[in-house]
T-cell receptor, first 111, second 114 residues
Framework: GENVEQHPSTLSVQEGDSAVIKCTYS??????FPWYKQELGKGPQLIID?????GEKKDQRIAVTLNKTAKHFSLHITETQPEDSAVYFC??????????FGRGTSLIVHP | DGGITQSPKYLFRKEGQNVTLSCEQN?????MYWYRQDPGQGLRLIYY???????QKGDIAEGYSVSREKKESFPLTVTSAQKNPTAFYLC?????????????FGAGTRLSVL
């Protein structure tokens, strides 16, 4: 089955800095890579996703890049703000449509 | 107001007791899922259902049971066979057959053992 590794487990940045979270996957059949944000006491919510036929996607301050050859994808957050503090999960899915999640990254943005 | 509702928000289980977590959705989604979240472990799939009256085991189904009698409801029972039930439980739903399979999550139930 699919295995998704996510790093780092904790990321601490100053407000205004950039943050990068990286994930690798094992199944070359995976073709959909979403990122979810989980705020304290809430369920995760989709913030951005990318399909395997695209190398990069941007939405305001967040972007995701995908390297199919190396089987890794990354989340980039620019100009971080305190409200970006949360746990972020990457995931990968393919033929079965059931996503496999990474272990999560706790992002802390210091004002 | 469309979404997924989980109840209760907090639940306590006594030794040897079965407890049931509720999950209801009004998004008209065919597929529903139960995940367990432990610190540093990410989201692990317990059970999922792609259609009414059918469900499949996920990666950590032992000690849990589910039913899917109605499209909008997917309750999870944590049985006494689950020896380490303390965790945050998340229910999700998605459009069946969608290439993206975007998961819509509830707010979760935190289960603790007394």
């Amino acid at each position: 089955g699919e295995n998704v590794e996510q790093h780092p487990s904790t990321l601490s940045v100053q407000e205004g800095d950039s943050a990068v979270i990286k994930c690798t996957y094992s199944d070359s059949a995976s073709n959909y890579f979403p990122w979810y944000k989980q705020e304290l006491g809430k369920g995760p919510q989709l913030i951005i996703d990318i399909r395997s036929n695209v190398g990069e996607k941007k939405d305001q301050r967040i972007a995701v890049t995908l390297n199919k050859t190396a089987k890794h994808f990354s989340l980039h957050i620019t100009e971080t703000q305190p409200e970006d503090s949360a746990v972020y999960f990457c995931a990968a899915s393919g033929g079965s449509y059931i996503p496999t999640f990474g272990r999560g990254t706790s992002l802390i943005v210091h004002p | 107001d469309g979404g997924i509702t989980q109840s209760p928000k907090y639940l306590f289980r006594k030794e040897g007791q079965n407890v049931t977590l509720s999950c209801e959705q009004n998004l008209n989604h065919d597929a529903m899922y139960w995940y367990r979240q432990d610190p540093g472990q990410g989201l692990r799939l317990i059970y999922y259902s792609q259609i009414v009256n059918d469900f499949q085991k996920g990666d950590i189904a032992e000690g849990y049971s589910v039913s899917r009698e109605k499209k909008e409801s997917f309750p999870l029972t944590v049985t006494s066979a689950q020896k380490n039930p303390t965790a945050f439980y998340l229910c999700a739903s998605s459009i069946q057959g969608s290439a993206k399979n975007i998961q819509y999550f509830g707010a979760g139930t935190r289960l603790s053992v007394l």
